[in-house]
């Protein structure tokens, strides 16, 4: 398994990671849940209408953490806007719960990738383990 393949079956077993994002000079958090991997890329979702989006536009750094059996990941790093319809259509088909609340031609689903991103394992009995993602 490849470093960002580990990083998307961690966070889809967590079920739920908290994505901090930067508002001005506060730190703001929330559960997520979306993770996709496509195209060697790994994609969350949101809405394009949600602070979070904003935020994110201003200032696409973020981190992640999920907890997990003991152990946590935390994905830092920046986070890219992509369009792609195809992208939206496959996040829809993973997750289709999903479907009740975004359309990909609805103008508020967001699809959003890491980019120059580190995920780092960590557990309280074992050293913690970075991989480029
Ligand atoms: C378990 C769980 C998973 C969630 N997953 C997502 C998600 O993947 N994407 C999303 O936009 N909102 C998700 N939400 C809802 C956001 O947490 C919520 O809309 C939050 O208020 C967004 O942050 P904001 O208020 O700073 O914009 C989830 C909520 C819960 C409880």
Redesign the pocket.
């Known amino acids: 398994m490849t470093g960002i393949e580990r990083v998307c079956k961690f966070l889809a077993e967590a079920q739920?990671y908290y994505l901090a994002t930067m508002d001005k000079d506060m730190p703001?958090v929330?559960?997520?849940?979306?993770v996709l991997l496509h195209e060697g890329k790994l994609y969350?979702?949101?809405?394009k209408s949600?602070?979070?989006?904003k935020?994110i536009a201003i200032n696409p750094k973020v981190e992640l953490c999920a907890f997990k059996d003991g152990k946590w990941v935390r994905v830092a790093g920046e986070l890219v806007n992509d369009d792609n319809r195809d992208v939206k259509v496959a996040m829809l088909e993973a997750m289709p719960t999903l479907k009740a609340m975004y359309d990909p031609d609805d103008g508020n689903m967001q699809m959003l990738y890491f980019k120059n991103a580190t995920a780092t394992f960590s557990s309280f009995t074992e050293e913690s383990e970075s991989v480029e993602i």
């Open positions: 739920t703001r929330r559960p997520f849940g979306t969350i979702q949101t809405g949600k602070d979070v989006s935020q």
